[in-house]
Structure formats: structure tokens, C-alpha cells
T-cell receptor, first 112, second 112 residues
Framework: GDSVTQMEGPVTLSEEAFLTINCTYT??????LFWYVQYPGEGLQLLLK?????DKGSNKGFEATYRKETTSFHLEKGSVQVSDSAVYFC???????????FGQGTRLTINP | DARVTQTPRHKVTEMGQEVTMRCQPI?????VFWYRQTMMQGLELLAY????????DSGMPKDRFSAEMPDATLATLKIQPSEPRDSAVYFC??????????FGPGTRLLVL
């Protein structure tokens, strides 16, 4: 079945560091890919998405590129802030599917 | 700014008691999801509805959990009887179809 695998957390970085959170997927067909973010004490919210190969999703300084050849959708940010501390979830949905498939989440902590 | 609302935000109860959680989806959204989040299991999909009809509740323990949508503005998740292992954060999410889901703030349930 469809699945999403994220890099193990937790990840701890200093402010202004470069961030990469790896995400790879297994899916039948051509999925749409998503990153959701969960700030402390809140529900998940959509951060960015890409619907076809080579698309780049971006939002709030975060970027992720849909790489079909490596079945990956890694999340990157050039300079993180303390306010980026959160749990990040990679997810996919295939055409015609009724629900998102989430990865296990990666907890990110940014120290000042 | 339309949001998904959930009540109660926190609930502490004793084992064996009935628990009812409520969700008001965003007006116009046709799909409602119930998730459970724990440290051990991560984010689990319990059930979801489209146009108020249940599509899949295979993620729920059938003997004690039930989910309904009495009308388009209310979704409920009930646990009867509750057990300590049900302690978790329960999220409701709504959307147009399944791709972009808007999560509520969650109900934090503690069963003693």
C-alpha cells in the first residue's frame, strides 16, 4: 500500500541554520505530496504542496520539490527561526483516494 | 477566517464513563475526518465522512467508538465505555475532498 517515510527525529538546530527534513514515499500512480506543520498545542496545518513531478511547493520560506525519480519530497529552509519549532508531517494522496497518508512526523526544535 | 472548532478542548474522566467530542467543520466543506494522536502511535485516522455519510471507520475500535454527523454543521465522536488507553488528543479536520484538510485545535482526553 501507499506509505510515507520521514527522517527520524527529533532534530535540533540553532537559529539561522539550514534545515532539511527528508521524506520519501511509496505509491501506486502519481500522488500529490504535502507538508503539514503542527505547532505546539495546535492541530496540523498545510504548509505546502506539489501535485506533479518537478513541481516546487513553497511557503513561509520553506520549499520542497517533487522528485519522481527518487520518490522524494524533502523539506528545506535556508535559515530557520525559533518560531519554526514544530512537528512536520509529510503526506501523500493518490488520484481517486479518499484520504491522506501521513508520515510519522519529525519534531524540530530551534535554539536561539 | 473560517476555522474548525472542537469541544471540549480538554476532558478528564474516569474509566468506564462515556465521552462525547464535538466538531463543527468549516461551512461548505464536504469531508470530515477524525484522527487520534498519541506519542506511541503518532497520528491515526479513525473515521471519515463525505456529505455526512460515513465512508470508512476501519480505524476505530468498533466495540466502544462511534462517529456520526447528525447534520452538516456537527460531527461527533463518542467513546463508551472509555478506557485509560483512549487517552490521546483527538482531532477533527474538514475539507473539500481529502487533499487540503483544515484541522481543529483538538480535544485532549485523559481517562483515569
Amino acid at each position: 500500500g501507499d506509505s510515507v517515510t520521514q527522517m527520524e527525529g527529533p532534530v535540533t538546530l540553532s537559529e539561522e541554520a539550514f534545515l532539511t527534513i527528508n521524506c520519501t514515499y511509496t505509491a501506486t500512480g502519481y500522488p500529490s505530496l504535502f507538508w503539514y506543520v503542527q505547532y505546539p498545542g495546535e492541530g496540523l496545518q498545510l504548509l505546502l504542496k506539489a501535485t506533479k513531478a518537478d513541481d516546487k511547493g513553497s511557503n513561509k520560506g520553506f520549499e520542497a520539490t517533487y522528485r519522481k525519480e527518487t520518490t522524494s519530497f524533502h523539506l528545506e529552509k535556508g535559515s530557520v527561526q525559533v518560531s519554526d519549532s514544530a512537528v512536520y508531517f509529510c503526506a501523500l494522496i493518490t488520484q481517486g483516494a479518499q484520504k491522506l497518508v501521513f508520515g510519522q512526523g519529525t519534531r524540530l526544535t530551534i535554539n536561539p | 477566517d473560517a476555522r474548525v472548532t472542537q469541544t471540549p478542548r480538554h476532558k478528564v474522566t474516569e474509566m468506564g464513563q462515556e465521552v462525547t467530542m464535538r466538531c463543527q467543520p468549516i461551512l461548505g466543506h464536504n469531508t470530515v475526518f477524525w484522527y487520534r494522536q498519541t506519542m506511541m502511535q503518532g497520528l491515526e485516522l479513525l473515521a471519515y465522512f463525505r456529505n455526512r455519510a460515513p465512508l470508512d471507520d476501519s480505524g476505530m475500535p468498533k466495540d466502544r467508538f462511534s462517529a456520526e454527523m447528525p447534520d452538516a454543521t456537527l460531527a461527533t465522536l463518542k467513546i463508551q465505555p472509555s478506557e485509560p488507553r483512549d487517552s490521546a488528543v483527538y482531532f477533527c479536520a474538514s475539507g473539500l475532498w481529502a487533499e487540503t484538510q483544515y484541522f481543529g485545535p483538538g480535544t485532549r482526553l485523559l481517562v483515569l
